[in-house]
């Protein structure tokens, strides 16, 4: 069974600092690139950072550059976000997904955790 379990997400003000992880078992983790999504109320699930199988290739959305960090660990089978300095607008449910260009057979190009919700308020 596929699993992406995100974790570390909470309240926190502004300014503030949270760490996610994301938990993946039930595939070769190593072989898949890993991205932090984002979705707060009323608004589409926007990409916030992503990281290739090797940790060769980092993307981050504008809006956290400076901000946010992401990493991953292949020998723990996770991967991190590190959040720094947030602000009310980072509120929002923060989704762990796995993506890779040539699945294996009987696997899919992509997997998705069910979330974890952040909220940054004074």
């Known amino acids: 069974q596929v699993q992406l379990v995100e974790s570390g997400g909470g309240l926190v003000q502004p300014g503030g600092s949270l760490r996610l992880s994301c938990a993946a078992s039930g595939f070769t983790f190593s072989r898949y690139a890993m991205n932090w999504y984002r979705q707060a109320p009323g608004k589409e699930r926007e990409l916030v950072a992503g990281?290739?199988?090797?940790?060769?290739?980092?993307n981050y959305a504008d809006f956290v550059k400076g901000r946010f960090t992401i990493s991953r660990d292949n020998a723990k089978n996770t991967v991190y976000l590190q959040m720094n300095s947030l602000k009310p607008e980072d509120t929002a449910v923060y989704y762990c997904?796995?993506?890779?260009?040539?699945?294996?057979?009987?696997?899919?190009?992509?997997?998705w955790g069910q979330g974890t919700q952040v909220t940054v308020s004074s």
């Open positions: 997904n796995a993506r890779t260009i040539i699945p294996a057979p009987g696997y899919e190009y992509a997997y």
């Open positions: 990281i290739t199988s090797g940790s060769g290739t980092i």
